[in-house]
Structures are given as structure tokens and as C-alpha cells.
């Protein structure tokens, strides 16, 4: 557009690529950026390109985090004998905020997906495999969400783990969607509550 | 039920535009291309979320808008209702309900029912299987609103299950791995899962509109054609229990394996079920007269206005988009007496003088020119 002067065109247009930002969002920031001080502008750039740099994943569950493990995975307090698989960081993230759940986590990084070229071999399945059959652990539980997706994730998993662990599923009533993360935390914490037994189907 | 207030805001070619309704019969008359399918086509997507002239919501919205608008009053038995449906040229619709926002498409099927009946409606008759499926899937829908979430997913299953077989297409010197074997058997119980709910759904909702459609075929054709009505799933079952269903997925699936491994798509399923229409032992296509042909499309739709309002218990909306002048006037005097005061009915025609006088008389009468409507 024609009204803006090229650096700010440039500038809307990377905002712009965010979830959630329509060109109006993106021109009110932009605008926003541009009325801070240097400093505080230099401070976002920094904090952008930092946590890019440094937030990996935890080595053990997969979780976004800046060490290579993660703080959940490192709290002894935390109860080793239950294993959450969750589709993403974001998941965690919720299930965290409900302070209903102790034990530990693994994100699986996505769903069995084959139009989007998705198969096991491409989530962190082998290493749950490795973790789920270490003689602590009693329970894995499916957090994930029933979708067409999902549901397969969730049927594969069953087939692979329960030859040697207890594996439930978490109880979601009729599709919310899809996502954990738009459920609210009494949702979620009766979701874990009611988790059942994982039979085949 | 009771249609009251209509109101179209950059829809199709509706700018701002308020209808209400005052009596049992509404008659729509206008040259053609002035909106009067429009009309009913905003009170079908009401009813069912679809039209069955497009499935892209950019070509609702009036041109050179962004955003379209329908909202509507009904009036049904035990309360009245406020509805919208707001349409974007890009991105999802949003649907509400009073004053709520809904997110689920179920919460808001069933709120109004309607039959559609329009001179694109012999394509039952003439057209492929795929017509005949979605006519019986579009009344499922109204009868059984979860069945639109079931035919999404049954839908998603197809498409994912496709994508799987072309890329093991592409391997196909090969034998498949032991991981490839496992992701296709995933699949193909889920194929089988929610093939069974959408073919045990459709056998039902069939089971009991052809005795109605037969009844109503006896009677317009003077008991001369015997209407057969047969439902031929890809997938034969005999016995209506899910396990039992489903176990005739996989053997069929078992039995097709190497003809989908060449072609590389699923060709077991539901996708592929055909609805028979046969008169006199003839199928319906290669017999009779295109008259013979309307009364059989009159059948089925006046025993989907009977099933509806047995099943909801309110009488649906009955919408008929240029059929009536269509009609010979003994197939019209069936319609009109099968309708009699009950259903509220929306009639659209180019020429007032295709009705009789009776019919005027209890009919509101509107004009429509140029995405506008007025009293006539
Ligand atoms: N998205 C749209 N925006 C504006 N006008 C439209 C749109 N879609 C269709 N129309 C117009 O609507 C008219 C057709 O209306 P329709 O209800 O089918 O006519 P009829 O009165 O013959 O039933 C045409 O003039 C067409 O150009
Ligand atoms: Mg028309
Ligand atoms: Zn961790």
C-alpha cells in the first residue's frame, strides 16, 4: 500500500504473518512499535530472536524449553509412574493451569496426518516407546484430541504401548473442536478425572 | 413452525432487505434473475446449512462485499427463535442462536426444517448416484443433526485414507513394510467405524420414508406404477448392529485390497452407495415420460415433508422454486391438498396467473425486481 513508507510496509507485513493478526491488528502495532523508545524496541527484538535462538526441546518429553531438560521433567517432587502424551507444547501448557495433574508429559509433536505427509516416523512415538517401558512407569494416558486425526494417533498408540503398559484415554465429551487448549480448566481437570480404560475399536 | 421475519443483509443480490410473513402461503412472483431463489435459498441454508446450488460461501455474499448476513424469527410450538448466519466472502461462517454464538453447526441444524422442491430436483431421477446420496444425506441431516458431524468424519477419513494409498501407489514394487501395514489397517478400521454409522444412518432414515413415498406414488399415479425404492450400499449388511457392520467393512476392504493398492484411492465405502429408484421393475431413469419422472420427484418430496414432521412433530417449511406452473393440474391439485393449511409454504413463480383463484385468495402475495421485494 502505497500509504506507507517502505520500512513500515515491511513491517506490517511480517506482523501481519502472525495467528491471530489481520492487516488492521497489524497496522495498530506497527504504529504502537514505532511511538516506543529505541530501548524498548531493541528489548522485543532481543527477546524475539533470543528465545528463538535458545528454546529447543526438552530431551525426554519434547517440551519447548531452553535447558535440555525441562523444569517438569527435572522436579522429583512430580510422580514418575504416569506418563500425559499430549499432540503439543500448547497442551501442556493448559493441562499445567488446571494443577490437577502431576505427573509427567511427552508431546508427540502433531497427529498421524498422511495428506499433510504425518506418519509415526515423523512424532516423537519411538522415544515414548523407550520411556513408557521403563519399569516406573504404570499409566500412560492419551491427551489427545478426537478428531479423525487424533483418534487414529490415539488408536495406534493403544496398539503399540499396551502390550507392556496400562494406557487410558482422557474422557472428552462430544468434539470441542478439537483443541485442549480452548477447553476451560474445569473441562480439562473432569476430562483427566474420567479417563477410562483405552479399548480397541 | 413458522418462518416470521426475514432478513437478508448483502446477500446474493438482497442489500438490506426485510420480509415478513403473514400468512400460510407466500407467493414470490417476478421476472426471472430478480432473486426469488435467492429467497429460498437463504431459508434452505437455515434449514440445513447447505444450498444445493453452491458449496463456496464467497458466492452468498453480494458481490463486492466482504461479508454477508441472514437472520431470522421463527416461531415454533413451545417458543420463538432468533437465527443468523453470518457469511464470509473468506474464513468460516459464524451461527447464532438467540443471542448466542454457536460453535458447533449441530446446535444449530434442527432449529428449522425444510423441503426444497424445484424443476433441478428431476436430476434425483436423471443424475448419478452422488445426487440421489446427498438428497438422502441432506434429510438425514435434518432429522438426525448429529449425522452432519458423522459424514464430516467419515469424509475426513476418506480423504486421509486416500492420501495413504496414493503414496503407497507410488511405492507399489514393493511389499508394504510392517509399519506401513499397521498405518493402513488404522485406517481401515476407521473407514469401517464411521462407515458403518453413516450406512446404518441412511438405511434407517430410508426405512421409513419409501413406505410414505410409495403411499404418495400410489396416489398421484392412480395406482398405475408400482415405485420401488432401493437402497444398494457399497457395503452389503443384513444385520443393523455395529460390530456386524463394521466386520463387513474390513472383509470387503480385505477382498479389495489389491484393487485399491493399483488405483491407489479407496474404493470400498460408503462414498460409492447407490439409492435404486425403480418403477414397474424398470429403473426409473430409462422409464416413462419426464411427467411420470415429476410425479415420482413429488412422492419423495411430500414423504419428506411427512417424515419430517412425524419425527420433529412441528411441520416443516415446504419451499417450491418454479415447480408448481411445471406441474400438470392434476399433480398440482395432489401438492395443494397434500398441503392444505398445514405447512407454511414459499411458492415462487414469473406469472401470477398460473394460480387459481382460491389459492390467491389465501396466499400473501409479494413482487420481487431487483433484490427488491415488495407487496404486490
Ligand atoms: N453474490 C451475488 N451478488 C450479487 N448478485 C448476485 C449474487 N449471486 C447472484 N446474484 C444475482 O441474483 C440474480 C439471480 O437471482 P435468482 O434468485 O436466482 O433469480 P430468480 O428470481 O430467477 O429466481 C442474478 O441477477 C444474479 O446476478
Ligand atoms: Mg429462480
Ligand atoms: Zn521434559
Redesign the interface.
Known amino acids: 500500500m502505497t500509504a506507507y513508507t517502505p520500512p513500515l510496509a515491511r513491517l506490517i507485513e511480517q506482523l501481519q504473518k502472525l495467528p491471530g493478526v489481520g492487516p488492521k491488528t497489524a497496522q495498530r502495532l506497527a504504529l504502537h512499535i514505532l511511538k516506543q523508545s529505541e530501548d524498548d524496541v531493541e528489548a522485543l527484538a532481543q527477546a524475539i530472536l533470543a528465545a528463538k535462538k535458545q528454546v529447543g526441546f526438552c530431551q525426554t518429553c519434547f517440551h519447548l524449553s531452553a535447558d535440555k531438560t525441562c523444569p517438569i521433567c527435572r522436579d522429583q517432587q512430580r510422580d514418575n509412574k504416569t506418563i500425559c502424551v499430549v499432540t503439543d507444547s500448547r497442551d501442556v501448557i493448559a493441562l499445567e493451569k488446571t494443577r490437577e495433574y502431576h505427573g509427567k508429559y511427552h508431546v508427540l509433536g502433531g497427529v498421524?496426518?498422511?495428506?499433510d505427509?504425518i506418519?509415526?516416523?515423523q512424532l516423537n512415538v519411538q522415544p515414548l516407546v523407550r520411556r513408557a517401558s521403563f519399569p516406573e512407569v504404570e499409566e500412560v494416558i492419551l491427551a489427545i484430541s478426537p478428531?479423525?486425526?487424533g483418534?487414529?494417533t490415539t488408536?495406534?498408540l493403544g496398539?503399540l504401548l499396551r502390550p507392556f503398559v496400562r494406557v487410558t484415554q482422557i474422557a472428552f465429551g462430544?468434539?470441542?473442536?478439537g483443541d485442549l487448549e480452548y477447553a476451560d480448566e474445569v473441562t480439562l481437570a473432569r476430562a483427566l478425572e474420567g479417563r477410562r480404560e483405552l479399548v480397541n475399536? | 413452525m413458522f418462518l416470521r421475519r426475514l432478513h437478508l443483509r448483502q446477500f446474493r443480490n438482497y442489500t438490506d432487505q426485510k420480509v415478513q410473513f403473514e400468512a400460510q402461503k407466500t407467493i414470490l412472483v417476478g421476472n426471472n434473475a430478480q432473486g426469488k431463489s435467492n429467497l429460498l435459498e437463504a431459508v434452505e441454508l437455515l434449514a440445513t446449512l447447505n444450498s444445493h446450488r453452491t458449496s463456496r460461501d464467497r458466492d452468498l455474499v453480494q458481490n463486492e462485499q466482504t461479508t454477508g448476513q441472514i437472520t431470522a424469527t421463527v416461531e415454533r410450538k413451545h417458543s420463538t427463535i432468533e437465527l443468523g448466519i453470518l457469511l464470509r466472502k473468506q474464513g468460516r461462517r459464524t451461527l447464532k442462536l438467540n443471542t448466542e454464538t454457536l460453535?458447533?453447526q449441530m446446535e444449530f441444524l434442527g432449529q428449522v426444517n425444510a423441503v426444497q422442491f424445484s424443476g433441478l430436483d428431476l436430476d434425483l431421477v436423471r443424475g448419478g448416484p452422488e445426487i440421489r446420496r446427498n438428497w438422502l444425506d441432506a434429510l438425514v441431516i435434518q432429522l438426525e443433526p448429529v449425522y452432519a458431524?458423522i459424514l464430516q468424519?467419515y469424509n475426513?477419513?476418506l480423504?486421509?485414507?486416500n492420501?495413504?494409498l496414493r503414496?503407497l501407489k507410488q511405492e507399489e514394487m514393493r511389499s508394504l513394510s510392517e509399519?506401513e501395514k499397521?498405518?493402513l489397517a488404522?485406517?481401515d478400521?476407521?473407514l469401517a467405524?464411521?462407515g458403518s454409522r453413516v450406512t446404518r444412518r441412511r438405511a434407517r432414515v430410508l426405512g421409513r420414508l419409501v413406505p410414505i413415498a410409495q403411499e404418495w406414488h400410489r396416489l398421484i399415479s392412480g395406482a398405475k406404477e408400482q415405485l420401488e425404492i432401493h437402497y444398494t450400499p457399497n457395503v452389503p449388511w443384513t444385520q443393523d448392529n455395529p460390530e456386524q457392520v463394521q466386520q463387513a467393512f474390513l472383509s470387503k476392504i480385505e477382498q479389495r485390497r489389491t484393487a485399491e493398492k493399483y488405483q491407489g484411492r479407496t474404493v470400498v465405502g460408503t462414498h460409492r452407495d447407490e439409492i435404486e429408484l425403480v418403477i414397474n421393475n424398470t429403473p426409473a431413469r430409462a422409464y416413462g415420460s419426464q411427467g411420470q419422472q415429476r410425479t415420482l420427484v413429488l412422492a419423495l418430496k411430500l414423504a419428506e415433508l411427512k417424515l419430517i414432521e412425524e419425527v420433529i412433530g412441528e411441520p416443516p417449511l415446504l419451499l417450491l422454486d418454479d415447480v408448481l406452473a411445471e406441474l400438470d393440474p392434476n399433480r398440482q391439485n395432489q401438492l395443494l391438498e397434500a398441503i392444505q393449511g398445514r405447512f407454511q409454504t414459499l411458492i415462487t413463480a414469473t406469472h401470477i396467473n398460473a394460480f387459481d383463484a382460491q389459492w390467491l385468495n389465501a396466499s400473501q402475495i409479494f413482487s420481487v425486481a431487483a433484490g427488491e421485494v415488495s407487496n404486490f
Open positions: 498421524i496426518s498422511p495428506m505427509g506418519g509415526p516416523d478428531s479423525v486425526e483418534e487414529t488408536l495406534y496398539q462430544l468434539p470441542m473442536g475399536s | 460453535r458447533r458431524y468424519q475426513q477419513v480423504r486421509q485414507r492420501a495413504l503414496r509399519g499397521m498405518q488404522l485406517w478400521s476407521q467405524a464411521n
